[in-house]
């Protein structure tokens, strides 16, 4: 009876070392590779957001780790960051002011006026990051929110500054935004699909063209003429526009009434500033109408004095600088 349970015993055994050898080896190496299968696409929009780390425009190293409670010091920050799937609990009073913006985020609190925001009220909020512009206050103010960095940086609050002028500094903001926020679908969205729209606008330039022109910025308080360097500007090179101011120098000091009929431009194209536009084209057209030679310039006569929507070309337009190129060409060129 020992001998024979010792034989049951041996062979019980030999079938489980069988077993064990004969299961395939690639078994044992399958249940990790499974555990770290890439997620869906459902579960990358879900995913968190981890440290970015990037320059900004006045050459700091600013990190932040998806960032919950942001205040943006400018109007058309606000709109973009919320435009790359972002928050706010604070803004500038232009971004909910402004024509143009339109902020969603619920409860959001102003920090003050753009040109002079208010460093305790950004405080407050317990921030854990802040958008600003490199800029200087405008308006004619020596203000700027750079002389706030130390403060924040103290505080112990991440701060970028960031100066948009052309659609390419758009983009730039928004590769920035939409890394920060994981969203690179509204890249696409919001500035992706806007720069190949703009490329088909620029295309379709007529060649051997080149028409003149002078852009204005009225106010109550007067006229300012703007360089290729300024937002409007650069956009009029792109489609082919010789900017006169760009020749005549001196009409970006002081605005010349008689260098302007001695140019004689193709197209003045004028963009009303401050609350009141309806006064500061009155304005204008007062100061250009007491002229009878203003009567006699070629763009007056051939109805190419053209006033530009203020929320297209002095706020900035984020996602319809398409819109903004388009109505441009329209203007010199006649619609695509």
């Known amino acids: 009876m020992l001998i024979l349970s010792g034989a049951v015993l041996a062979l019980a055994l030999v079938g489980c070392g069988q077993q064990a050898t004969d299961a395939p080896a690639a078994d044992s190496a399958a249940a990790p590779e499974q555990q770290a299968a890439a997620p869906d696409a459902a579960d990358a929009d879900d995913a968190t957001p981890g440290p970015v780390t990037f320059t900004d425009d006045l050459g700091h190293e600013v990190t932040v780790d998806n960032p919950q409670r942001v205040v943006a010091c400018m109007g058309s920050f606000a709109n973009a960051w919320e435009l790359a799937g972002g928050t706010l609990v604070g803004v500038s009073d232009d971004a909910l002011q402004a024509e143009g913006f339109t902020i969603a985020s619920p409860d959001v609190a102003t920090v003050g006026d753009f040109a002079s925001v208010n460093l305790e009220a950004i405080i407050a909020l317990d921030p854990d990051f802040v958008i600003m512009t490199s800029g200087t206050g405008g308006r004619g103010g020596d203000s700027s ?67 003149t022109a002078l852009v204005l910025t009225t106010f109550s308080g007067g006229t300012r003429v703007q360089s290729s360097g300024t937002q409007t500007g650069a956009m009029l090179a792109d489609l082919g526009v010789r900017n006169l101011a760009d020749e005549n120098r001196s009409l970006l000091k002081d605005f010349s009434l008689e260098a302007v009929i001695e140019l004689d431009p193709d197209f003045i194209f004028v963009i009303p500033m401050g609350n009141d536009a309806e006064a500061a084209t009155r304005s204008l057209m007062e100061a250009t109408a007491a002229n009878p030679a203003w009567e006699a310039l070629s763009a007056v006569q051939n109805d190419r004095y053209i006033t530009l929507d203020p929320t297209l070309f002095l706020s900035k337009p984020n996602e319809r600088w398409d819109e903004a190129y388009t109505a441009l060409f329209d203007a010199l060129y006649g619609q695509k």
């Open 145 to 211: 929110q750079a002389d706030l960095r130390d403060a924040l940086v103290a505080s112990n609050i991440p701060v970028a500054y960031f100066e948009v002028t052309t659609f390419d500094d758009y983009q730039r903001l928004m590769e920035t935004f939409t890394a920060i926020t994981g969203r690179e679908d509204l890249y696409e969205q919001n500035a992706g699909a806007v720069a190949a729209a703009i490329e088909d606008v620029k295309a379709a330039v007529p060649a051997g063209e080149a028409p």
